[in-house]
């Protein structure tokens, strides 16, 4: 059975409608772990160590976010930058050296950006006020998957979330969930 | 005379030999500010007020940094999720309401971005490790600075820095001036 790691990175837990509802919709899931970042590095002080060893018992890693400047927020960014790295998720055993075995912890594994955008798919476009198609921004945290060797499945983004009444927030966390089990059923018959 | 102001994010300046070249070459220009994130806030306990009243008085905002993981590093990400508020860079004075003057602190002031990336042009494409051209990973920042009406100049990327000896440095660094001068000089005829 594919185990799943939801990183969760929102600034305030308590105050998010959208994500918050994503959360819940995952948390459904079998084998599922979370790490509130937020909670747990107020400080930015990121425990790699840790970070690195929830990842090596994850088959599937969800990125569970807000859209903040067309990307992750920065703590996550920092999370990328501090857990992902050279000697362990890429490159060689010796990183300074460029020796020794190479070593990619998480080849094999799928990422999944699961988040939440403010902005609804119109405003998204040369028409719209933020004038790239959704799709434009992902390409940082598709390749920064791919560079690990991890398979990218689409990212599942929640437009306007905040906006939404309960019972669509719903809807949208029930489609959320299929969405994962087809993901998961994918990655049991690959092994 | 434009103003320049340099925010600079690099977490470990002493051992960057690429990053720390560009700052000096731009270091030379007239009337320029330096703020180094790492520095100033190690803890990731951004200064907003202080960062906005400097951003106030600048014409070209210039983002120095390495590249980490196809965008800029952390803390710079989280000193745009922070200090590029909703209510002063963008939307209306009363955010939370919507109500009030809209507000774009920024208008008009210009953009750019100064990196280094470790991996040489080839490797940005199909055919490289890094899967798509350097340019597809600049539209996140690209869309920050025009979504608070700034201008926005080509980014200035200096390629496997770290491999260059010192006479390839200092042509990167005049070839960077250059260009920061021609900016200025057609920021100060728009004046």
């Given at each position: ?84 790295t050279h000697g362990w998720?890429?490159g060689h055993a010796?990183a ?7 070593t ?88």
């Amino acid at each position: 059975m594919p185990r799943t790691l939801i990183v969760h990175a929102h600034p305030r837990p308590a105050q998010s409608v959208a994500t918050r509802g994503l959360l819940l919709a995952l948390s459904e899931l079998p084998d599922v772990a979370v790490r509130p970042l937020y909670d747990r590095y107020p400080d930015f002080d990121i425990d790699v160590a840790a970070e690195q060893q929830a990842l090596r018992e994850a088959d599937l890693i969800i990125w569970l976010s807000p859209v903040y400047w067309y990307s992750v927020p920065g703590l996550l960014k920092h999370w990328f930058d501090t857990v992902l790295t050279h000697g362990w998720a890429y490159g060689h055993a010796h990183a300074a050296q460029g020796t020794g075995p190479a070593t990619q912890a998480l080849a094999g594994k799928t990422a999944w950006w699961v988040a939440s955008a403010g902005g609804l798919p119109a405003t998204y476009g040369p028409a719209g006020e933020h004038g790239r198609p959704f799709a434009d921004y992902t390409y940082a945290i598709e390749q920064t998957a791919r560079f690990c060797g991890m398979h990218w499945a689409p990212p599942f983004v929640l437009h306007g979330g905040h906006r939404l009444d309960a019972a669509a927030r719903a809807e949208a966390g029930h489609e959320l969930r299929r969405q994962a089990q087809a993901l998961l059923a994918s990655l049991e018959r690959r092994t």
